[in-house]
């Protein structure tokens, strides 16, 4: 009888964790504003992408093309011959997935294409983190309830079906019904696997040592700035690493080089000013670790995924800052991940009356 009622609460936490129905956080929403923003970043740092094409056919035989890449037969890189056309399709997808005009399939393309452009980057040694897990997330977004919201396909079916719309308004309609939550738990494990696994890699390969500090104090001292006087080390491999020396699952390191492209002298002088303290630096190295190590916080219902996303953008604007390193799509990501609805039902009385008056002071919808 015991077994029985502990393995009846397994499968009514399954259900109710994964197949209970809300509408927050909303889906479509999130597909609507990290596409933009994810467009936006494309289009500053590459422009027409012409990055992507053959550099030089002797030097890109030196890398060997992704999982992705060897496992669809894709072009590496992209041939200059077509180049125009890739992209025309990438930003027309885009724009699809965006307005959510064919949205599944338009979704489904332009994650493809962008996992695409950014295993190219990979295969040359520059791992573009940022637009991997907007990838990885546009991707998931292409079969889980509720991607069709905030959407022209939604638009037009509420304009034309009458019968199933009836009574309802255009924000109501945009909005949706209440889905399955399981897509928006399969987003949060992903987020999960990125922090958790961000934290487990400095261990990893960095061991204990990661955590006295060094590795910060070089990024923010000045050590690292092309806006400092002096010149900036690279490190490079000795080229006789015995095989089991290497690191990385074996393919070893060739050369590698990172600079602090802070530009503002404030921030640098900030920056300077932390790195002077060895314990500081210690004390932020290990918070840092013991954070991302926390990813699976965001598993749990209630304030600590709610607190965790906080220090997230908290972590991550404090990186843009020091850094120049922003990860505006994670901070967005992770501020659209918030249910903002069960904040405000779990806020304290007098908040919640302030939030009421200010809604009714700007005229805007009641909650």
Same mark, same amino acid.
């Given at each position: 009888m015991e077994v029985n009622t502990i393995s009846q609460q397994k499968s009514n936490f399954f259900e109710r964790y994964f197949f209970s129905k809300s509408?927050?956080?909303?889906?479509?929403?999130?597909?609507?504003?990290?596409?933009?923003?994810?467009?936006?970043?494309?289009?500053?740092?590459?422009?027409?992408?012409d990055v992507f094409v053959s550099i030089d056919p002797v030097r890109d035989a030196l890398h060997l093309p992704s999982t992705l890449i060897g496992l669809f037969h894709l072009p590496f890189p992209i041939q200059k011959e077509y180049l125009s056309l890739f992209v025309i399709a990438f930003y027309t997808a885009?724009?699809?997935?965006?307005?959510?005009?064919?949205?599944r399939v338009s979704v489904f393309i332009f994650s493809i294409m962008l996992l695409y452009i950014i295993d190219i980057q990979a295969a040359r040694g520059v791992f573009d983190h940022e637009y991997t897990l907007t990838g990885l997330v546009l991707l998931v977004m292409t079969f889980i309830p509720g991607t069709g919201n905030f959407s022209?396909?939604?638009?037009?079916?509420?304009?034309?079906?009458?019968?199933?719309?009836?009574?309802?308004s255009f924000l109501e309609a945009m909005i949706g019904n209440p889905e399955y939550v399981w897509g928006y738990k399969l987003i949060l494990i992903l987020a999960a696997c990125t922090y958790f696994t961000s934290g487990l890699s400095k261990i990893r390969w960095g061991g204990l040592a990661w955590l006295d500090g060094q590795t910060l104090t070089y990024y923010l001292d000045g050590?690292?700035?092309?806006?400092?006087?002096?010149?900036?080390?690279?490190?490079?491999?000795?080229?006789?690493?015995k095989e089991e020396e290497k690191w990385k699952d074996g393919f070893g390191i060739y050369s590698y080089s990172y600079g602090n492209r802070q530009q503002s002298p404030f921030w640098r002088s900030t920056g300077n000013a932390l790195a002077a303290s060895p314990k500081l630096m210690m004390f932020i190295a290990a918070s840092v670790v013991i954070f991302e190590l @926390?990813? !699976? $916080?965001?598993?749990?219902?209630?304030?600590?995924?709610? =607190?965790?996303?906080i220090g997230a953008i908290i972590m991550h604007r404090s990186i843009g800052f020091?850094?120049? @390193?922003? !990860? $505006?799509?994670?901070?967005?990501?992770?501020?659209?991940? =918030?249910?903002?609805?069960?904040?405000?039902?779990?806020l304290g009385k007098r908040l919640q009356l302030m939030i009421d008056k200010l809604f009714k002071r700007f005229k805007l919808p009641a909650h």
């Open positions: 509408r927050y956080p909303n889906i479509g929403l999130i597909r609507l504003l990290l596409i933009a923003l994810c467009m936006l970043q494309v289009f500053r740092n590459y422009r027409f992408l885009g724009f699809f997935a965006m307005l959510g005009i064919f949205t022209v396909d939604r638009f037009i079916s509420w304009k034309r079906n009458k019968a199933k719309y009836s009574n309802t050590s690292a700035s092309p806006f400092t006087p002096g010149e900036k080390p690279m490190f490079i491999s000795p080229p006789n690493v @926390l990813g !699976f $916080l965001l598993l749990f219902e209630g304030w600590s995924r709610v =607190i965790y996303l020091l850094m120049n @390193l922003p !990860f $505006l799509s994670f901070q967005l990501l992770c501020f659209l991940l =918030i249910d903002w609805h069960w904040v405000y039902q779990h």
